[in-house]
């Protein structure tokens, strides 16, 4: 199936703070949008929609369609789920039903486009990475009416795409459908980089917020020269991956968030959900190990998490 700007249907994954801003600002620009997501979730799509609260986009409330699994073909499905639920996330996706659709993990870490170039195929994988602060907030016990409620806290939603194996043209023309929705995506040439570039930003915000139970600033400040420690391991790490990133310009790119900005991780670990701490902290040892590269802060964030109970 080719993709192209005249409004495919498209379908997200995983409709939480990133999947659901996605799938809101792909339905109201137009496109046929169908969310993949548990009974309950699909019930209150289904019903009322996607509410997002964004000072960048607007307030607005968009309708999608919504399903427990895939059963239609569509020109591109992103997947927005956490990596501790992947595995059961993709049995919502059926190889033979997906067939020849892009396949596009919004997901944190390097080693997931591996794992579904193995389950599905592989020239239809789009490695991507998005810049976003975005959150689905719990209702209210006992509360299920209503929309999908969205926060989207940051001035931006950024993606970049980039595929070692889907054709180029096809790629452009993904990132053409996410602009036209009002995103800013681009088309890098090199997947190994885009993912180093957003691991080497996420791990320390993510481990530093989600370790002190702190917001952004407050790591910015308190925590400022553990920040510039872990940001020279994860850049040492990716130029040992043949990926280098500027340990200056991800530092700087911190300044871009509001004080008050969370990582992911904090918000599960706040919510006492299960945290990605192999996707991103493990996966970074893992490569530093490979590579004889020293991450002695990570290991140890990664410890006193692992202690703490998480």
């Known amino acids: 199936m080719t993709l192209d700007t005249s409004k495919p249907a498209v379908a997200v994954l995983g409709p939480g703070g990133v999947g659901g801003l996605l799938a809101a600002l792909l339905s109201r620009a137009g496109h046929r949008v169908i969310c993949v997501a548990r009974e ?27 399903d427990t699994e895939l059963r239609e073909p569509v020109a591109a499905c992103f997947v927005t ?5 992947l595995d059961t996330a993709l049995t919502r996706l059926p190889p033979a039903v997906l067939g020849d659709a ?17 389950r599905y195929r592989p020239d239809r994988v789009v490695a991507g990475v998005i810049r976003v602060e975005s959150s689905r907030p719990a209702p209210a016990a006992g509360t299920h ?70 917001p952004l600033g407050e790591v910015r400040t308190r925590h400022h020269e553990e920040l510039q420690a872990l940001v020279a391991e994860t850049t040492s790490v990716s130029r040992a991956c043949g990926a280098p990133v500027d ?8 300044a871009a968030f509001p004080d008050e900005a969370k990582s992911s991780m904090q918000r599960d670990a706040e919510a006492d959900r299960p945290l990605e701490l192999d996707a991103i902290g493990g996966a970074l040892l893992r490569a530093a190990d490979r590579h004889a590269v020293p991450a002695p802060v990570t290991a140890r964030l990664l410890r006193e998490l692992r202690a703490a109970g998480h």
């Open 40 to 66: 309950e979730t699909a019930h209150q799509l289904r019903g009322s929609g996607i509410a997002v609260r964004s000072s960048q986009f607007g307030d607005f409330t968009a309708a999608v369609e919504a």
């Open 81 to 85: 789920v956490k990596q501790t639920t």
């Open 102 to 118: 892009l396949l596009v993990p919004l997901l944190n870490g390097v080693e997931h486009p591996a794992t579904l170039r193995a």
């Open 145 to 214: 009416d209503g929309p999908v409620v969205i926060e989207h806290g940051s001035p931006f939603a950024e993606i970049d795409l980039a595929s070692a194996t889907s054709p180029p043209a096809e790629v452009e023309s993904l990132a053409s459908v996410l602009s036209s929705a009002g995103v800013t995506a681009r088309v890098a040439e090199d997947e190994n980089r885009i993912l180093w570039a957003k691991l080497a930003f996420l791990a320390p915000f993510a481990l530093l917020t989600t370790r002190y139970g702190a």
């Open 247 to 254: 340990a200056a310009a991800t530092l700087a790119r911190y």
